[in-house]
């Protein structure tokens, strides 16, 4: 610094200070207070009080209490605030000693309640369609290290390895794999093609702001790649009020995690939120001694920025850019990729992945008239994703750009009506090859497996309401596939209140998806089998011949709102969905012995393929800061396969069960969460089951607990997964000869690790 700017600074605060000599200084006390459910008033641990013409703040004790050495001179504003809390403002005049404040909790129009402690999981009460929302307080019951650690606390989603090899994780909804359930980035699509293997993982828990699940087919607005469902993520926003956010995490296996977030207004009309994570598996783990790695080692970085300009006018601008690569190392524990640059069977058998990716979005509001009740929305989308892996000799690569616009026109003529029309575009470049050598007795084909696919289509959407009686919505989508032709998808949903606490919802559509097959069923890699198209009297030779995949999902379903339990805010709700395809790509490991074979269901001899689900959800508060939360699903799947008929789809699970305690102290200070799992029996391929064995997986269950123990900016916090250390045996086949044909790593029904351990700590800054 200068001598000159020093001199400056120094004068400068000689003048601020310098007054204040002449001024009596006093000391002025307070509490900080808030209403809970029962009307009694508590103080609010950890609030933070600050002046609003200085900004200087400070946060209260665990007793909600706080100190300033006020300047007593003129009449000052002191304003106290607090997370799930309105603000209170006091005017502090000459003399006063001790002040109070009143807070109350925030009207949280999803729930149309007024509530003053966000909930976990709830059922959304508005929403025509069934959504199951995860808030942030949900998404901080456990570790939620990613995305696909979200979901243990739900039934609605089961959350699984693909294979024993990769790490990669991959959902099912509606007892279909999550291939089939439309991942949605704040309304764009997202996770499409090359990353969606891994694309669960690249998104941190601690970025999100919530979860919404919504089962059936839903909205055709973001396109009809929907068939069991939507899931929509929900990011940190440029406007909330923290400055600055960061989580680490360290688990027993030396898992470290780190995530940062910083939310900045920049004025009245900038603001940004940038985000940052890093994650490392260091270590190599062989628990059950087969000689291959429980998980793969890694190594992962991503950022985000986020940007949103907001006019007096109304027209928002939001646009970001996102940046990734993950790089994955599995298979034997002394395969090392650096040494190891030409796989052969005479050297460890390993996988190498790596991941690059990146993204840009914006998205343009203009309201058309002063009441904004009719405006443009412009949503544009670019990705680019780059996957290289090897699985032993196989070399599959992978090169993939994206474009998504869509132009939506929005007009609500009043509070019964609501039209919106628009015209999208979906563009996908894949440059794509598989080298299907698995070693060299076993060696099939270079296949080349890109395409250049542009889908355009235009959409209607009608909603109709009366009142909070009847929300009824009707979608209709024409689209041109360059590949397939037309696509029409019809849906419909409705929500109907026979009472304040009794609801119906039923809806029904159409779906439309072009299969990834080799991404899509990224397990099949990790198997000593070759891949084959089509059938033994026609193979093919690439995967043009693969028709798109077309299904119908419909089902329904009752909540019912009771006035059990403290709050008397307790819900028992019962679903029933069916999706049945017309056509499908089916991946084959039992027709032929050796081989993996890939075709369309309608080349079958009565081809049908279809899954029923049935779920039960109840939650409750007995008591105050005690809520309890259980949901049980049943699933009943089946697809036809070639020479075997209609039979059971292997691998997935008959039933499962989830139950959610959580209990936290007065004010949250320290909350207690235990969630227990019981995992049904899955049909297990015929290459699984040995002479005299059961063809279905056993019955097992999962315990997780976490302790969290708030303070003034710090939430610290300890759990522990898989609480029976429960592990599938053997989940790789054939383990001592992964070079030969029955090698197999992908019939994995169970967990591949034991008990985790793990610790972290969450620092916010408010403003």
């Known amino acids: ?121 709830y059922l959304s009460r508005i929403t025509p369609v069934k959504t199951e929302v995860i808030t942030a307080a949900g998404l901080c019951k456990m570790a939620c290290c990613n995305l696909a650690e979200s979901f243990e606390n739900s039934a609605s989603v089961t959350v699984g390895y693909s294979d024993a090899i990769t790490g990669a994780k991959q959902i099912r909804l509606l007892g279909l794999s999550g291939i089939y359930t439309q991942m949605l980035d704040e309304n764009r699509p997202v996770m499409r093609g090359l990353a969606s293997p891994f694309g669960l993982s690249y998104i941190p828990g601690q970025w999100l702001e919530s979860i919404q699940i919504a089962k059936g087919p839903s909205s055709v607005i973001n396109g009809v790649e929907a068939i069991t469902g939507q899931i929509n993520m929900e990011h940190r926003k440029p406007t909330a009020e923290q ?48 000689g291959f790695r429980d998980e793969p080692q890694t190594l992962q970085f991503n950022i985000g920025n986020r940007w949103l300009y907001y006019d007096e006018s109304g027209m928002q601008i939001r646009f970001g850019f996102r940046a990734l690569k993950d790089d ?65 000799n196989r070399h599959h690569f992978g090169n993939q750009n994206s474009a998504f616009l869509n132009i939506m026109y929005q007009d609500i003529p009043n509070d019964s009506h609501r039209f919106t029309f628009g015209i999208r575009n979906q563009y996908d470049l894949f440059d794509e090859t598989l080298d299907d050598v698995v070693s060299a007795s076993i060696r099939g084909h270079r296949y080349n497996l890109g395409r250049e696919e542009n889908q355009i289509g235009v959409y209607g959407e009608y909603t109709y309401s009366l009142g909070e009686k009847l929300t009824a919505v009707v979608d209709f989508s024409a689209d041109y596939n360059n590949l397939h032709g037309w696509l029409f998808s019809p849906r419909a949903n409705v929500k109907y209140a026979f009472t304040d606490a009794l609801i119906l919802r039923a809806s029904g559509g159409r779906g439309f998806r072009s299969s990834n097959v080799i991404v899509d069923n990224l397990g099949m890699m990790s198997t000593g089998r070759l891949v084959r198209f089509g059938a033994p009297a026609q193979p093919q030779t690439d995967a043009s011949f693969l028709g798109i995949e077309d299904a119908w999902t419909y089902g329904g379903n009752l909540t019912g709102y009771l006035p ?124 699984a089951v040995k002479a005299g064995e059961s063809a279905y997986s056993p019955v097992y269950p999962m315990l997780f607990a976490q302790i969290t123990r708030k303070f003034s ?55």
Not at 96 to 112: K, P, R, W
Not at 357 to 377: M, Y
Not at 750 to 767: C, D, Q, S
């Open 1 to 121: 610094m200068k001598l000159h700017t020093r001199i400056l600074l120094a004068l400068m605060g000689l003048v601020m200070v310098v007054p204040a000599f002449g001024q009596r200084v006093q000391s002025l006390k307070g509490v900080v207070f808030a209403s809970t459910l029962s009307g009694k008033e508590e103080p609010v641990p950890f609030a933070s009080v600050y002046w609003l013409e200085s900004g200087t703040y400070m946060d209260c004790d665990e007793n909600g209490a706080f100190e300033f050495m006020h300047v007593k001179e003129n009449d000052a504003t002191l304003v106290a605030t607090a997370i799930g809390y309105t603000r209170d403002t006091v005017v502090v005049q000459p003399g006063m000693t001790y002040v109070e404040f009143h807070l109350t909790g925030i009207n949280e129009l999803a729930e149309a309640v007024v509530v003053s402690k966000q909930e976990g999981n």
């Open 713 to 767: 900016s710090v939430d610290v916090y300890v759990g522990a997964e898989n609480l029976t250390n429960y592990k599938q045996k053997n989940p790789i086949i054939d383990a001592a000869n992964p070079y030969g044909a029955d090698f197999n790593s992908s019939v994995i029904w169970g967990p591949l690790m034991g008990i985790k351990v793990y610790a972290g700590l969450r620092f916010t800054l408010w403003k």
């Open 328 to 392: 994955r190392i599995g298979g034997m524990m002394d395969y090392d990729p650096d040494t190891q640059v030409e796989p052969t069977e005479a050297r460890p058998w390993g996988s190498h992945i790596v991941n690059e990716g990146v993204s840009g979005f914006f998205k343009v509001g203009v309201p058309l008239n002063a009441e904004n009740s009719r405006n443009i929305a412009v949503v544009g989308d670019y990705t680019y994703h780059k996957l290289d892996s090897r699985f032993g």
């Open 564 to 687: 059990w339990g403290y709050d008397e805010s307790a819900y028992i709700s019962f679903d029933y969905f069916r999706s049945q395809f017309v056509e499908q790509v089916i991946v084959d490991q039992e027709w032929q012995s050796g081989e993996t074979w890939i075709y369309n269901l309608s080349d079958l001899v009565n081809p049908r393929s279809y899954t029923n689900t049935y779920q039960v959800d109840f939650s409750i508060y007995p008591i105050e800061r005690f809520n309890i939360l259980a949901t049980f699903r049943y699933t009943d799947s089946k697809v036809t396969l070639r020479d075997r008929g209609l039979v059971e789809r292997p691998l997935v699970s008959r039933y499962k069960g989830v139950l959610n305690l959580q209990y936290a102290t007065r004010m949250n200070i320290w909350t207690f969460d235990f969630t227990a799992q019981i995992n049904g029996p899955s049909r297990l391929p015929d290459f």
């Open 243 to 290: 400055p600055l956010f960061i989580n680490l995490f360290l688990s027993d296996m030396l898992r470290t995690e780190a995530n940062i977030a910083s939310s900045l207004q920049l004025n009245e009309k900038w603001s940004t939120v940038m985000m940052g994570h890093v994650s490392t598996d260091p270590m190599s783990h062989d628990s059950n001694k087969d």
